[in-house]
């Protein structure tokens, strides 16, 4: 304790160039900290937000702007796609669940996002109050969303044209609020989820022309600002079936049931005009063989021959693909991009690639941080050396009132290493206080750090072990001090 005591008063000696090291190695840690932490909530708020998606298929474009539109939420959407090419897809033996989605529209910058009621499942998100939305123009909203516009049950509010908190507004269309979600910790919260109806009603090009619809309600009752709506609304009832039916109905998604006598699938079963040669290609494809090209683009050919009734000129503008074998990963993905006018993109791939395009920025920021500590370990060295020049009678001093070499020796070392450890300490603290005061995306909320990370704690070793190198030294020549010779000098008289 005798000399630690004494260390640190010797460094308090002198408070500023203690002070400017102590702030050195404080930012060059602070920076390899903030890296940790971003590179740890991106890896966790990616795994999140991917909820065991396989494949998201989409209009033609980039397939990262693919994944970053339709799975995290974070920019625009490449187009549109057939809903009946779609939802042929979601009907292939090698898919276990489709989930369209439908964006276009949103509410004071939160994506208003039409799905169906497998989309939240996919994120096992529950309700916190009220209910799920089932009909035309009825949201589910997440939490964040309720937080942060005030929005709840009942509330009644249209939205805007694009991903801008201001445009081209809707307000001959209102919703209305019927449940707010859980906190779920990932994009959801972010949210506002509605049938893939809703958005096809307000996007009907001739929806007055073509469609009859009672409207009780008055455009000039709207707050404009907040786009929130007081007056009574109906929902836009309509004489048209397609717009009432729940939004679990949208699109084919196949489920499995479990019966006496195992698994069965409830959907996709072959059809009863479906010829011999056919029935046996599904069986192949289900049981995970290896197809040619030509068969493939055959057994797509046959599935968006299914019946249907009318010309459906309907668009989504992805779909979320969940696989039944690791066939899937396979077959499906090549036979889309080549065979069809839409792009399939796997999310665990393309943000891959996305984070080894970042790797160089982190790369470059890591080089930079352990170039500012191995400065300020150059700047401990002259601090202990200059201190050790000037205060060599001090040494002698120490060493004639019974202080060994050995205690002379450490006396320096811990001067090192308290300088590296507070440096240390003052560098986490440091990058806590930036990564609370950075934006918050919505795929990738920022909170605090629950404890140390694991790179924390490996960086405190080099920290300790760059202060103990910068001083040894130091230490080693006042080890060496020849006491008599040093308290006979003029200058030490």
């Given at each position: 304790m005798f000399i630690l005591r004494l260390a640190f008063r010797r460094l308090l000696a002198?408070?500023?160039s203690t002070l400017i090291s102590l702030l050195l190695f404080a930012i060059g840690v602070s920076i390899i900290s903030l890296l940790l932490m971003a590179d740890r909530q991106m890896k966790l708020s990616v795994e999140r937000n991917l909820a065991g998606i396989d494949l998201v298929v989409g209009a033609k474009g980039s397939p990262l702007q693919l994944i970053l539109s339709s799975v995290l939420h974070a920019d625009y959407p490449t187009g549109n796609i057939p809903l009946s090419q779609a939802e042929a897809l979601a009907r292939h033996p090698l898919v276990e669940k489709s989930v369209p989605l439908a964006l276009g529209d949103s509410y004071r910058g939160f994506r208003i996002v039409g799905t169906t009621i497998d989309y939240p499942q996919m994120y096992n998100v529950s309700l916190q109050r009220g209910e799920w939305y089932s009909h035309v123009l009825e949201a589910t909203i997440g939490w964040q969303v309720a937080r942060l516009t005030g929005l709840d049950l009942g509330s009644r509010f249209y939205g805007v044209h694009g991903f801008q908190e201001t445009g081209h507004a809707h307000p001959e269309f209102v919703y209305t609020v019927t449940g707010v979600m859980e906190p779920a910790g990932n994009v959801i919260d972010y949210l506002i989820l509605?049938?893939?109806?809703?958005?096809?009603?307000?996007?009907?090009?001739h929806?007055?022309?073509?469609?009859d619809c009672e409207h009780d309600h008055d455009h000039h009752d709207c707050d404009h600002d907040h786009h929130d709506c007081d007056h009574d609304h109906a929902h836009h009832d309509c004489d048209h079936d397609h717009d009432h039916h729940p939004a679990s109905h949208s699109t084919a998604s196949v489920q499995r049931e479990k019966s006496a006598g195992g698994d069965q699938l409830s959907e996709n079963p072959p059809s009863a005009g479906e010829d011999a040669a056919m029935q046996q290609l599904r069986k192949r494809i289900e049981a995970g063989e290896e197809v040619t090209r030509e068969e493939m683009e055959l057994f797509l050919?046959?599935?968006?021959?299914?019946?249907s009734a009318g010309h459906d000129t309907r668009e989504i503008t992805a779909m979320l693909l969940k696989f039944r074998s690791p066939a899937g990963h396979v077959q499906l993905p090549r036979m889309i991009n080549e065979t069809t006018s839409m792009q399939a993109a796997s999310p665990a791939l393309?943000?891959?690639?996305l984070f080894r395009l970042l790797a160089f920025g982190f790369d470059t920021l890591r080089i930079i941080a352990w170039a500012i500590i191995l400065v300020s370990g150059l700047n401990i060295f002259m601090l202990l050396w200059n201190m050790l020049r000037r205060g060599l009678a001090e040494v002698a001093l120490i060493r004639v009132l019974g202080g060994s070499s050995p205690t002379v020796f450490a006396m320096l070392l811990l001067q090192g290493a308290i300088i590296a450890a507070g440096g240390w300490i003052l560098g986490v603290v440091m990058a806590r206080a930036i990564w609370l005061m950075l934006p918050s995306f919505h795929f990738m909320p920022v909170s605090a750090a629950a404890g140390l990370l694991q790179g924390e704690v490996w960086l405190l070793l080099w920290a300790l072990a760059t202060g103990l190198v910068a001083s040894l030294l130091p230490a080693w020549k006042a080890y060496r001090t020849d006491v008599h010779f040093t308290l006979t000098q003029p200058e030490n008289a």
């Open positions: 002198r408070p500023g509605t049938p893939v109806e809703s958005v096809w009603k307000v996007h009907e090009t929806h007055h022309d073509h469609h050919a046959y599935q968006s021959q299914a019946p393309e943000l891959n690639r």
